[in-house]
């Protein structure tokens, strides 16, 4: 099984992958150092197992998993026991306690290669808990976090989402519009048309031009339009009470 551990502690990523030398149909292909580097990792090498740190800075273990486009099993690693509940309803494999010990770990694997080919396991995968709360954006190789109360509205710009904040910052993120839609549970946002996401407390106005689409414009000025598809649920959004 080719496998990825994530944790922000080099001395434990080496720990981990010292033990797991004596697994040898275990290959570690990859290792990160923090979130937004296990997200990149995880989605470019594709691994079958993922040995995933709960605690780390930007944005934890638990808050990766809706930007993970693999399919992996996770073994959540980490030092503190009140996460097992948490790791397990995000359909984890197991959880491990730091430090990891040999036997417990061997335990783990096992389990893992048994579900490795567990179809309803693979179900499980795909059921787990979705919901960004978050949007990274990358700026000159700097991380920039942006929390979705903080937002206004969102539009296709390029390959890239314009990320449009309340306080009138703008900030670019690689995840599309349509992964940002499917993956936005919120019902503050609702999808106006395929490039653009706005929320309700942005809209200043509105107005639907003989049935067929609607204009809106949000605070500042910026208008988008509602399209034909979409404008009955629109409004049935728009009007219903908050």
Not at 58 to 77: N, T
Not at 109 to 115: F, K, M, Q
């Amino acid at each position: 099984m080719r496998a990825v551990i994530v944790d922000d502690e080099p001395a434990a990523r080496a720990f981990l992958k010292n033990l797991l030398n004596s697994h040898p149909d275990i290959e570690v292909v990859s290792d990160a150092g923090d979130g937004l580097e296990a997200i990149e990792v995880i989605n470019r090498t594709q691994p079958d197992l993922v040995f995933l740190d709960i605690q780390m800075p930007v944005i934890d273990g638990f808050e990766i998993l809706p930007y993970i486009k693999a399919e992996p099993l996770i073994i959540f690693v980490t030092a503190h026991d009140q996460y097992a509940i948490k790791a397990f309803e995000a359909n984890a494999c197991d959880y491990l306690l730091k430090p990891v010990e040999p036997d417990r770990l061997a335990t783990s694997i096992e389990r893992a290669r048994t579900e490795s080919v567990n179809l309803e396991w693979r179900h499980a995968i795909l059921d787990r808990p979705k919901g960004l709360q978050k949007i990274i954006c990358r700026t000159h190789k700097t991380a920039h976090v942006v929390w979705l109360q903080h937002i206004a509205w969102i539009a296709k710009e390029g390959r890239y989402s314009n990320i449009c904040c309340l306080d009138g910052n703008h900030y670019l993120s690689d995840l599309t519009i349509d992964y940002l839609s499917a993956e936005i549970k919120n019902n503050s946002f609702f999808r106006v048309n395929r490039s653009a996401l706005v929320r309700r407390t942005q809209i200043e106005q509105f107005c639907s031009k003989n049935h067929a689409t609607g204009e809106i414009v949000c605070s500042g000025g910026t208008p988008f339009t509602v399209s034909r598809s979409r404008l009955q649920a629109f409004k049935t959004w728009f009007f219903a009470e908050s």
